[in-house]
Every structure is written in C-alpha cells, then in structure tokens.
C-alpha cells in the first residue's frame, strides 16, 4: 500500500532521480522550454516553482539555497565551433527570470500535452514550458473589454482630449 508516500520512482534509485530532477529544471532555466515524459514533468513542476520562488526574493540566502538545491551548471553555447558561455544557470534564474515574474503570484511554469509518443516506450511527451511574462498582460487587456470598461474608456478618452487640448493652449 502507497499511504502517505510522496512523489513518484520513476523507476530509478533516489541518486538518481534527484539528478533527473536537477538536471530537468537547469535544462528548462537554460532553454525556457523543454520536451519530456508528462510523469517527468509533473514531478519536475513543483520542484521548477519553487526554484523561481526563490530568485523572486533575490536575496543572498535565496541564491546560496538554490545553488544547494540546483547546482550551479555553466550555460554554455557553441559558436562557430568553439564553446563560448553564457553565464551560470542560477545567474540566469535570479538576473532574467526571477525579475520577470515578480508581479505573479504563482503558476511560472505550463504543461503541453504533445500529440506525440516515445519511440521507445510509448509514452506520452510534454512540452513543460515557463509561462511567458507578456501572455498575462494580454489576459488583462482581454478581460478587461466589457460593460465596465466602456464607461472607463470613455472618461480615459475624454481625459486624454482635455489633456491635449491644455498641451496646445500651452
């Protein structure tokens, strides 16, 4: 009986799927968006979010506790054949993407059931992606066209008139 026991095996040993779940989040900090199996994923998500609450407060604390959970792995790309790095997955974490949510409470990451399997096993891929700072604002702009908002525009448009009206008097 599983009563009470957290988290999923994933068929590998605790060493091991503490390295899987490392290895997951600097590779989603690193490309913002990764392909994987939707139990990976599930199991990763929590771990992904927990780590950006961190880099939110961007305290030194905050930042020595993700590098204890996290690792500080080296972003490194190649061009024209050469490695050339990039910085350091946490300095990424805590400099880009911290900041971008600081106004959200919560929710940074997404799952996307794909239409694909896996060759080898059948199963189902994901896309387990960060959520895009400028998709909320169009949420807003989106919800914010109703009854209410008319009577808004409205007194914003004759407040933009005024306002212009004293620019050319002036």
């Not at 949420?139 to 914003?156: I, N």
């Amino acid at each position: 009986m599983r009563h009470r026991v957290a988290g999923r095996k994933l068929g590998r040993t605790g060493e091991h799927r503490l390295a899987m779940r490392r290895n997951l989040v600097a590779s989603l900090i690193e490309h913002e968006t990764i392909s994987t199996t939707i139990e990976k994923a599930k199991e990763v998500k929590p771990f992904a979010e927990r780590l950006i609450t961190l880099a939110r407060k961007g305290t030194l604390s905050a930042r020595r506790r993700a590098i204890a959970l996290l690792g500080n792995r080296d972003i490194i790309t190649y061009q024209d054949g050469k490695a050339v790095g990039q910085g350091t997955i946490i300095g990424k974490l805590f400099s880009e993407i911290g900041p971008r949510y600081l106004d959200r409470p919560g929710g940074y990451t997404r799952i996307v059931r794909l239409s694909l399997r896996r060759l080898g096993d059948n199963s189902r891929l994901v896309l387990l992606q960060l959520v895009g700072a400028d998709e909320g604002s169009a949420k807003r702009s989106k919800a914010t066209v109703g009854k209410g908002s008319r009577k808004k525009g409205r007194k914003s448009a004759e407040s933009a008139k005024q306002s212009a009206e004293t620019d050319q008097q002036q």
